[in-house]
């Protein structure tokens, strides 16, 4: 069963920082690009940080550059997103991907969601 774990979410005060993970279960972990999003009441969903499969290649959106830092531990079948300086418009649900390419499945394409963690940025 392919299984995806957010965690980390919470409460934090403007300025401050907060790490979330996110584990994965049951698919080959190493062969995933990994992505976090995000979505706030009333918002589209967005990406935030998208990661390859090896840790090589990142893409952040322009909102979160030089605040945020997606990385990723295969060892461990996690991601993670450390979030630095955070504003009041980061809060949202936070939601992991992970995204197998054709190139390794075969022409197939995979792509699996968590069910995502609340970050809450707020004094």
């Known amino acids: 069963q392919v299984q995806l774990v957010e965690s980390g979410g919470g409460l934090v005060q403007p300025g401050g920082s907060l790490r979330l993970s996110c584990a994965g279960r049951?698919?080959?972990?190493?062969?995933?690009?990994m992505s976090w999003y995000r979505q706030a009441p009333g918002k589209e969903r967005e990406l935030v940080a998208r990661?390859?499969?090896?840790?090589?290649?990142?893409n952040y959106a322009d909102s979160v550059k030089g605040r945020f830092t997606i990385s990723r531990d295969n060892a461990k079948n996690t991601v993670y997103l450390q979030m630095n300086s955070v504003k009041p418009e980061d809060t949202a649900v936070y939601s992991c991907?992970?995204?197998?390419?054709?190139?390794?499945?075969?022409?197939?394409?995979?792509?699996?969601w968590g069910q995502g963690t609340q970050v809450t940025v707020s004094s």
């Open positions: 991907n992970a995204y197998g390419s054709a190139m390794w499945f075969g022409g197939d394409e995979y792509d699996y």
């Open positions: 049951g698919f080959m972990f190493s062969r995933y690009a």
């Open positions: 990661i390859g499969s090896s840790g090589g290649d990142t």
